[in-house]
Nanobody, 123 residues
Framework: EEWLLESGGGSVQAGGTLSLSCSAS????????MGWFRQAAGAEREGVVF???????YYADSVKGRFTISKENAKNALHLELNGLKPEDAGVYTC?????????????????WGQGTQVTVSS
């Protein structure tokens, strides 16, 4: 079975930067879409950013211009650089994978996911 493991979360002051990584147990170059969701305490899970096999990227409006997603297919790794962090960016960030198809920003369309990594932003 495919597994995903996130790392890189932590605590940072507003305006700071974090770099998250997601390591996959299988090759990811042929997967349809990968991306990141996040969930703040007491809130619904929301899509953050997604990248398709051909390189197309889609960012939520709330993070556009501040976050950057990238893939390293040879290392089976997905990365997310979070710049200019705001308190409202805090939450558990989860890596997700849709191997064959589905709609971006829709949690139910992603068949594999990790356990998440915590991001905390203080004022």
């Amino acid at each position: 079975e495919e597994w995903l493991l996130e790392s890189g979360g932590g605590s940072v002051q507003a305006g700071g930067t974090l770099s998250l990584s997601c390591s996959a147990s299988e090759n990811i170059y042929g997967d349809y879409c990968m991306g990141w969701f996040r969930q703040a305490a007491g809130a619904e899970r929301e899509g953050v950013v997604f990248i398709y096999n051909l390189g197309r990227k889609y960012y939520a409006d709330s993070v556009k211009g501040r976050f950057t997603i990238s893939k390293e297919n040879a290392k089976n790794a997905l990365h997310l650089e979070l710049n200019g962090l705001k308190p409202e960016d805090a939450g558990v960030y989860t890596c997700a994978l849709a191997p064959y198809g589905g709609s971006l920003f829709v949690w139910g369309d992603f068949q594999f996911w990790g356990q998440g990594t915590q991001v905390t932003v203080s004022s």
